[in-house]
């Protein structure tokens, strides 16, 4: 029976619920077609609620989920009337309780179940430091291993609200190394004995997760929203975001056009804005992140800088903005300090660089006309509240098992 399959998005090919991250025929994303065909909520705190639309059989229970609210004073400013802002962060006034600060917490608890119930024993991925700290949480919380690679600038990102447990197993990488060097790591690790890759954006609880968001939005307001701001780096939140809307159009209740997504990247690293401005389903390096490393070092939001994103895949992110009519922005340091400084100041909460940049983009498209004042608008802020949650908790460093020198060491030196 089960409560769903996974469908290729390419050739149709179904597959059942097991954990599969490809097609057999070709390289497009899989999706989850769900039987539940209505979204109907369940009696939990958390993500657990969206319970129809998560490729897992048992309930999820933790109190980590997305929540949305009207904006008031931000949106004021902005002269805006249907201002939503998508919160994934510590807010506990706001009922907002992801202690990991970010939406990557609202994949990895679902990954973690899909794997468990898939009889996965541990689980390897790569992290530019959000998602790390996410799936070593749930880890700390579940006792599943995960072994998880992250550059020398993710490595601060790794503390936890709890002590850290021997179930997770930190692998920094030295210095010269980016983001993209530890997805090479993390896929060598994978093919290890007993070890199973995450797989990212491949991965439907990832998507169907992080797509929460949009469930939550459109449960909120009643229906689903115009637009939707996000800042992305690998993209799969502006993929899930239009996976869920696609589900909420088929449900019917919540309206029947795709909110138009918006997205956002910070220079001077911005492939997948340079690529989808010039029109192209392909990301060239050449042209659009030309010295790529170096771009990568001067960006303000450090998580934004996938060098090998799901964008031209079948089901990617060049899908996701033709079918929505989308829209890419490049957002400048100054731009999102800005932006940052003033969407604090007038909501009372603290928000992480990637959403800094997220709200920079809507100032730009307001300012440029691409919302109208009255647009119902999701601000996706999806990682904040990190200097509300250390008023009330005292924070663990997580400490590494292992350094690697680059994504081609041996893995006996390793010693993991
Ligand atoms: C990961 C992350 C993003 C970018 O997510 P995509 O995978 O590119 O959709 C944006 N904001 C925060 C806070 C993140 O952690
Ligand atoms: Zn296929």
């Not at 705190?45 to 999820?60: D, Q, R, T």
């Not at 829209?327 to 909460?349: N, P, V």
């Not at 999806?382 to 060491?409: E, F, W």
Request: contains cysteine.
């Amino acid at each position: 029976m089960g409560r769903f399959i996974l469908k290729c998005l390419k050739c149709g090919k179904e597959y059942g619920q097991q954990y599969r991250l490809t097609c057999e025929n070709d390289d497009s994303l899989l999706r989850a077609i769900y039987f539940e065909e209505k979204l109907e909520l369940r009696n939990q705190p958390g993500i657990g609620k969206f319970h129809s639309w998560l490729p897992i059989e048992k309930e999820l229970d933790t109190e980590a989920g997305p929540i949305t609210y009207k904006s008031e004073a931000f949106a004021r400013e902005l002269g805006l009337s249907n201002l939503y802002i998508g919160f994934s962060g510590y807010w506990p006034e706001r009922g907002a309780f992801i202690k990991t600060c970010s939406f990557k917490e609202l994949e990895a608890h679902p990954i973690m179940q899909f794997l468990l119930e898939n009889g996965a024993k541990a689980i390897v991925l790569a992290s530019a430091g959000n998602t790390g700290r996410a799936s070593a949480h749930v880890s700390a919380l579940t006792g599943t291993d995960v072994y998880i690679v992250v550059p020398d600038s993710g490595i601060e990102k790794l503390w936890l609200p709890e002590e850290p447990t021997e179930s997770i197993h930190l692998i920094s990488m030295g210095p010269g190394n980016d983001y993209t060097d530890a997805i090479n790591l993390a896929g060598r690790i994978a093919k290890l004995p007993g070890m199973v890759p995450e797989g990212g954006a491949r991965n439907v609880a990832r998507r169907d997760g992080m797509g929460t968001v949009m469930l939550d939005a459109a449960v909120t307001i009643g229906r689903m929203p115009d637009h939707y701001f996000q800042a992305v780096g690998s993209g799969t939140g502006g993929i899930s975001a239009w996976e869920a809307s696609l589900r909420l159009r088929a449900d019917g209740r919540f309206g029947s056009k795709l909110p138009k997504l918006q997205l956002a990247q910070n220079l001077p690293f911005v492939p997948m804005y340079n690529a989808w401005k010039a029109g192209r389903r392909e990301i060239i390096p050449e042209i659009d992140m030309k010295d790529a490393k170096k771009q990568v070092e001067e960006t303000y939001a450090s998580v934004l800088t996938n060098r090998t994103p799901p964008y031209g895949v079948t089901g990617g992110l060049y899908d996701a903005l033709v079918d929505t009519n989308g829209i890419m922005y490049a957002i400048t340091r100054e731009e999102a300090l800005e932006a940052k400084a003033l969407f604090e100041s007038r909501e009372g909460i603290d928000i992480l660089p990637p959403s800094a940049v997220a709200t920079a983009a809507l100032l730009k498209a307001v300012e440029a006309g691409n919302v109208g004042k009255d647009d119902i608008i999701l601000l996706n802020l999806a990682g904040g509240g990190y200097k509300r949650l250390k008023k009330d908790i005292k924070l663990h460093q997580i400490q590494p098992v292992a350094t690697a020198r680059n994504p081609d060491i041996p893995l006996e030196e390793l010693n993991i």
